[in-house]
């Protein structure tokens, strides 16, 4: 694993369970933990099908809605670790019935976490957000920082955070981590997410449109975050229990990865020509720096991968055709789907 010390894994720790482990972060999660000789159960609704996990001997694949506790707690017996993803994911999922939001991200939450427990589960990671922060003028924002929602989405994702400190105790391990916005190329895509966003612009229209600019966002690479989860999984518990990391790397405004973007696809893609940006005025005022120094200094632990390989590896990827209609399919946009599909 890149950027801290390999450690020996926590004594014990065979078997995990990914909420959410058929989405975008889960499909590039789940086969590194397979890779390291874990034994895998994925539970997810499946809204974007399981084509994109792989056939592995380790791997059990349970369709379920987490909000449906006796039937996930069948899942929990047997697991040591739960590593918590599945939500109705981005911002901009105001757009749906505020009831889905608020019966994943937030009423379901410590009915899950009370079933882990009394299922014998050991640790408990839970994806919590950057965008927790909402707006702050802080050069540089810590774990300490006031939660400042400004979306369902982050507001519930905070909510969720007490309530599981709440049921820490000795021989249950809780943990959170507030990643920044997670770019780069997965088997099951979104283009819904920053850089993700202005790369397919990029290369398949010749034009990036930018909202505002001057918003500051930190962004972490997939293998980054995935890599992160993989440390949660071995690190001591006296090192996490109770904690909240945040995970970030490069702190950069819209229009500086604009700029990153166009460099990259300009290499990569030189018979394309000129790549236009264009700015707008956005109503979207999320901007925060946050600082991540406390799981580099508590856990060793310093991300490794850029913007810059984030954009590049969704170029390859465009290069070897996995990325078909990626202007308009579904598939790639969580709200979109979640509309066609009539989530509730």
Known sequence: MGGFRGDSKEPGIKKVLVTGGAGYVGCVLVPQLLSKGYSVT???IMYFGRNSLPDHPKLTVVEGDIRDTPWLAKSFRDVEVVLHLACVSNDPSF???ENLSRTINYECFEPMVIAAKEAGVKRFVYCS???VYGVSDKSDVTEEHPLVPLTLYNKYKGLC???????????FTC???RPATICGYSPRMRFDLTVNILTNLAVNT????????SQMRPNLHINDV???YELLIEAADEKIAGQVFNVGYQNLTIARIAEIVREVVRHEFPEKGEIIIEVTPSNDPRSYHINSDKIRRVLGYVPKRTVEDAARDICRAFKEGKLPNSLEGDGYFNVRRMKALRAA
């Open 95 to 97: 757009e749906l019935d």
């Open 129 to 131: 957000s950057s965008s």
């Open 226 to 228: 995935a890599d992160v």
């Open 42 to 44: 994925v539970y997810d």
């Open 161 to 171: 955070e007490p309530f599981l400190l709440k049921h820490q105790a000795s021989g």
């Open 175 to 177: 943990v959170t981590i």
């Open 206 to 213: 010749g034009k990036i449109t930018v909202f505002g600019g």
